[in-house]
């Protein structure tokens, strides 16, 4: 793993960061689909925000993005048990306020997507024509 700037991956995680924001405010009186889909989308953002910033196997990237979604899942569930209740209303939209298992399931599916999607661009690129450099190119 090394550190690196990633333009691909920044604006990936610019535009699902932007719809992550979209979702939040536009999609209040839709229930589980805007709990569902912005989980999925949320470790999509976490691991193009790593991928912008590190080079890692994507596995690699895509596990830690689960685990950062696990953790704060884990973080409710304990807020719950203690009584503890997040007071800005922000905050609790963006960390959610109620521990769910249907949540660690969206965190799955959207590393399982990231996981699709790289192996979508890595196929991609090696099966890409190679140009020849021009080194090579024939005189005119």
Known sequence: ?????DRT?????VLLFVALVLLATLGAGWGWVRGFSGDVLAVMWVYYALAAVLRARPALLAGAAFLMGVAIELAQYLAASLGIRISDPILRTVF??????????????GSV????????????????????????????
């Not at 699709?116 to 090579?136: D, E, H, K, M, Y």
Request: net charge positive; glycine share 6%; aromatic share 14%.
């Open 1 to 5: 793993m090394q550190l690196r700037f």
């Open 113 to 140: 997507v990231v996981l699709g999607l790289a192996a979508l661009a890595r196929s991609r690129r090696r099966t890409a024509p190679q140009l020849p450099s021009p080194a090579r190119w024939p005189a005119d």
């Open 96 to 109: 959610g306020a109620t521990p769910d298992w249907w949540d660690v399931l969206a965190y799955g599916f």
């Open 9 to 13: 991956a920044f604006l990936s995680s």
